[in-house]
């Protein structure tokens, strides 16, 4: 009888090792951006984006940037004065919750921070965002649907039909509320009907300078953090109650 595939073993020792090295190779290489670096600075996300942070690491090749593995990071940098790799990296370390990253470079602190609070764009808000304004539809011809979009409007619970084969709404609709909790379907209409309410925006937090040692806190906006921004914290701090 043929052996199932769904017999395979997987060795876990293997995996197991693959990660640790994936894991050591990361703490080298934020060590040895310590030792190369004159500054680093801590910066937040609101509405992250993966192809917007590819913009900003494009801008930035004379730098680097980490962003998420936090814990392998505080690794890295060290929990206390006891094992940080250098003075004051431990102040780094308290600050790496949620949604942050790191960004070494020999750019100025001012120069940082001018460059990041002019870079903002817009883009489609998911779901557990907030709307920043309330949206309604009026009845009548969505010529911009093809009629095999029908069903799927309708499905977001669009109160929509084909009349002679073009996609109305036969009644107005309100999409949602300056306020509102955006669901799922919610930030679907938005996006077919090229609603822009999130923001994607980089915050400055703090800066640890590399000849002195002192650690710096920055007033800068908070943002909006997302919902998803909120639950990353919360299981971080979950996960660290459990480890503690």
């Given at each position: 009888?043929p052996k199932s595939k769904r017999d ?90 949620g949604e942050v990253g790191l960004l ?43 009629h095999s979009m029908e069903p799927q ?92």
């Amino acid at each position: 009888m043929p052996k199932s595939k769904r017999d395979k073993r997987v060795s876990l020792t293997k995996t197991t090792k693959k990660g640790l090295e994936v894991k050591q190779n990361l703490i080298e290489e934020l060590r040895k951006c310590v030792d190369t670096y004159k500054r680093l600075f801590i910066f937040s996300i609101a509405n992250m984006r993966n192809n917007k942070l590819k913009d900003i690491r494009s801008a930035w090749k004379h730098s680097r940037i980490f962003f998420g593995k936090n814990k392998v990071m505080i690794v890295a940098l060290g929990h206390s004065p006891s094992d940080e790799y250098k003075d004051n990296l431990h102040e780094v370390s308290k600050h790496l919750r949620g949604e942050v990253g790191l960004l070494f470079t020999n750019r100025t602190k001012d120069e940082v921070i001018n460059w990041f609070s002019q870079f903002s764009e817009t883009d489609f808000a998911r779901a557990g965002n907030k709307a920043t304004f309330t949206v309604n539809l009026d009845t009548g011809p969505l010529d911009q649907f093809s009629h095999s979009m029908e069903p799927q409007l309708r499905q977001l619970g669009l109160p929509t039909a084909l009349k002679k084969g073009v996609v109305t709404l036969i009644s107005d609709y309100e999409v949602c509320k300056e306020g509102d909790i955006l669901t799922p379907e919610q930030a679907r209409i938005l996006k077919l009907f090229g609603y822009t309410m999130a923001e994607f925006k980089v915050m400055i937090r703090s800066v640890w300078d590399a000849e002195t040692g002192e650690f710096e806190q920055l007033e800068t906006p908070t943002g909006d953090r997302s919902g998803a921004m909120k639950e990353e914290e919360e299981k971080e701090e979950d996960e660290s109650n459990e480890e503690n």
